[in-house]
């Protein structure tokens, strides 16, 4: 009987001890797997940016993270992401566009910690799988594809205090089986920002316009994301947003105006703008493995609908003729997507295939009513009213081949057509185009060359096509242009990255018939219209450095410097080319031996620099901050003060019948105090998958 229970002890033991080795080695192997993760990888058509071997990168939101990555630049004062010398980008999340701009873009952004980000990936020139429309590229936010089995969650709030307080609350909840996959989020923001914003125009009369603007607004966004895989090579899932936005205004204009025989006459208006934006997206996915070598079948509908009811109020007091004039503006837009798309990726032993159809619909009816208030009633206006229907229908088919050449050589090329048919209240048109795309990549030890060509296509949005006539005061409007046609950019690129911390490239750009906005005054009217106005050629020359020093100090240097040339059609100016300079200079050290606590410095600086017709004036800007995290990384606390010394964005555009100035200031100084928990299980861990939905960024 002892023989027995020795026999039993031993073998328990010798179970027991292969365990705890089993584990051990497992956990070697992942600290193996995290010390060997390199911070930069050049791949053939993009630069990946690898979250968890980034010191600066821990602890926290997603838009900060951004702002780490080299020569991409987080500007929180305009709302944008942009690459260094570049116009700003669209951002995924694997692999989904995100429909988002704005403050609302960084908003989403704030929601996601940088411990669910595996890495970050930077397309300056995207391959013919994605949509063609954007500027210069692409920003794909890879999560972490492992959310915990069973429960697991995170709650995060934070609060930023400019010239008025703003909060936000986020409360994320996951369930996780082997096959069923479930996450509930909900983001909650409220806030304001005060604006200060001047525009001049001196020609044959003079306007000189200043106004005084609070931003408020109220977003409260839950979302549902499920998957099941049916099987081992099948899955399905759903995802479905509701966004119910409120946004305002409160306004304080004055304008002063002198026409040619010198008569003086002074315009105060105070403007009420009140909307609501309830927004529903729906998405769902089907993907298939077709076998064990990595064929696999995708696809996948997408929804998204918007009713967004509006009512803006405005009283302009005119001197010296002490006139009041009272008007009131109701509007009602609802844009709509709906889309479809197949996806087949082919890997064969000579070289992979990618394949793929899509078809997305874009419609918008808009309603405007512009009423006058006379004999204490509100009377509509139907010359200043207007109605607009706009219907766009996009098909799209793509393929691709990639091969890699031994050890060295990384190769892909693609091809993408692209027919768009447009029906709308003022045209009908249609139109097709094909969008190439080319790369090669060479490794050889530390050096990686790589050469990158694509051309895009910029659509014009919802906003820049609506004919309403948005007016600041009953004689000053913007509007936007029914007739703007889409504008093109044929992008090249050569790059070399050293030792994973090194990167530059020189780039060429070249965009035709590219839209902007354009003002003019006639009178007291000062009219602002979106026009196909201009040309553009850029050469420049990205530098960056990345590295980290005695394990507590990371630091990245990045420069950028271009040089462009314009031509200009449809308007009345001289172009400007010249020279651009940027660069800045992040840096983030640890304060103390377990690494719990980090002291963080950044700075930027924008040389004066011309482009088209305008004339930019230097912009610099510095933030830094603390970072503490407690309870192994569960509980992180941010502090960060914002745009320390108060910049200003300021310009001169030259007309050769006017010369015209904007000095603005959009509250970027800012305390900012953040406070992230996680907690749940830490078992083991399965896939989660996002879906693509690119178009819809459109509709703003």
């Known amino acids: 009987m002892k023989l027995k229970y020795l026999f039993i002890a031993t073998l328990l033991s010798t179970v027991t001890f292969a365990q705890i080795q089993k584990d051990s080695l497992k956990e070697i192997e992942q600290v193996n797997i995290l010390v060997?993760?390199?911070?930069?990888?050049?791949?053939?058509?993009?630069?990946?940016?690898?979250?968890?071997?980034?010191?600066?990168?821990?602890?926290?939101?997603?838009?900060?993270?951004?702002?780490?990555v080299p020569m991409l630049k987080v500007d929180e004062n305009m709302g944008t992401i942009s690459i260094q010398g570049k116009s700003s980008v669209n951002v995924m999340v694997n692999g989904r566009m995100l429909n988002l701009s704005g403050a609302q873009l960084l908003d989403y952004l704030k929601s996601i910690r940088s411990e669910n980000i595996s890495k970050i990936e930077v397309i300056t020139t995207p391959p013919s799988k994605y949509e063609a429309q954007g500027n210069s590229g692409l920003i794909n936010i890879i999560l972490k594809k492992n959310p915990n089995l069973g429960f697991s969650g995170n709650i995060s709030t934070g609060w930023t205090q400019r010239t008025y307080f703003n909060g936000y609350t986020n409360g994320n909840l996951n369930y996780q089986t082997e096959k069923f996959s479930l996450s509930l989020k909900t983001n909650y923001i409220k806030g304001a920002k005060r604006s200060s914003e001047r525009y001049n125009i001196l020609g044959e009369s003079k306007n000189f316009s200043e106004s005084t603007r609070k931003d408020v607004w109220e977003d409260l966004t839950p979302s549902l994301n499920a998957s099941y895989k049916i099987n081992k090579n099948s899955e399905v899932g759903i995802e479905y947003i509701f966004d119910n936005g409120k946004n305002g205004m409160d306004i304080l204009n004055t304008t002063r105006n002198i026409n040619p025989e010198l008569e003086e006459t002074n315009l105060m208006t105070k403007t009420f703008h009140r909307e609501q934006s309830p927004t529903h997206t729906l998405s769902t996915y089907y993907d298939l493995k077709l076998d064990s070598l990595g064929k696999k079948l995708s696809l996948a509908g997408n929804f998204y609908r918007n009713d967004n009811p509006t009512e803006v109020n405005f009283s302009t007091l005119t001197l010296p003729k002490n006139t009041i004039q009272n008007v009131r503006t109701l509007?009602?837009?609802?844009?709509?997507?709906?889309?479809?798309?197949?996806?087949?990726?082919?890997?064969?032993?000579?070289?992979?295939?990618?394949?793929?159809?899509?078809?997305?619909?874009?419609?918008n009816s808009a309603d405007l009513k512009y009423l006058d208030l006379e004999n204490n009633q509100f009377v509509i206006d139907n010359i200043k009213s207007s109605t607009f229907h706009y219907r766009e229908e996009n098909y799209a088919a793509y393929g691709s081949f990639s091969k890699n050449f031994g050890e060295h050589w990384e190769t892909r090329a693609g091809l993408r057509y692209e027919n768009t048919i447009v029906k709308s209240s003022v045209r009908d048109f249609n139109y097709g185009q094909w969008f190439p795309s080319a790369y090669v990549s060479y490794k050889e030890d530390k050096n990686v060359f790589s050469l990158s060509y694509s051309r895009r296509i910029n659509r014009p949005s919802m906003s820049n096509l609506n004919p309403f006539r948005w007016y600041e005061n009953p004689y000053s409007y913007s509007t936007g242009n029914p007739l703007l046609t889409p504008s093109y950019i044929n992008n090249y690129e050569l790059s070399y990255t050293y030792n994973n911390k090194l990167t530059t490239s020189i780039y060429y750009l070249r965009l035709k018939n590219a839209f902007g906005q354009v003002s003019s005054l006639d009178g007291l009217s000062q009219n602002s219209i979106y026009l196909n106005f201009y040309n553009n050629s850029f050469y420049g020359a990205n530098f960056s450095y990345t590295d980290s020093f005695f394990k507590i100090w990371e630091t990245t240097f990045s420069m950028n410097a271009s040089y462009q040339t314009s031509e200009v059609f449809n308007i009345n100016a001289d172009t400007s080319n010249g020279y651009s300079v940027s660069y800045s200079w992040n840096n983030t050290l640890f304060l103390d031996q377990n690494k719990t606590v980090a002291f963080f410095l950044n700075y930027e600086h924008q040389l004066p620099y011309r482009n088209v017709a305008y004339h930019f004036k230097s912009f610099m800007e510095m933030s830094s901050g603390i970072k503490i995290s407690l309870m192994e990384k569960q509980l992180q606390i941010n502090a960060t003060v914002n745009n320390i010394f108060a910049m200003r964005y300021k310009a001169d555009i030259d007309f050769r019948d006017s010369q015209q100035s904007f000095n603005n200031y959009w509250d970027g100084r800012a305390f900012r105090l953040s406070v992230n928990y996680t907690f749940g299980n830490k078992k083991k861990q399965i896939q989660k998958k996002n879906i693509s939905f690119e178009e819809v960024n459109r509709a703003n």
């Open 331 to 363: 509007s009602k837009i609802k844009p709509q997507i709906f889309s479809v798309q197949g996806d087949l990726e082919l890997p064969f032993s000579f070289g992979t295939i990618e394949t793929g159809v899509k078809f997305n619909q874009f419609r």
């Open 36 to 68: 060997k993760k390199k911070l930069l990888e050049r791949k053939a058509d993009r630069l990946v940016f690898n979250v968890d071997a980034s010191i600066a990168s821990q602890g926290m939101d997603a838009s900060e993270t951004l702002a780490n």
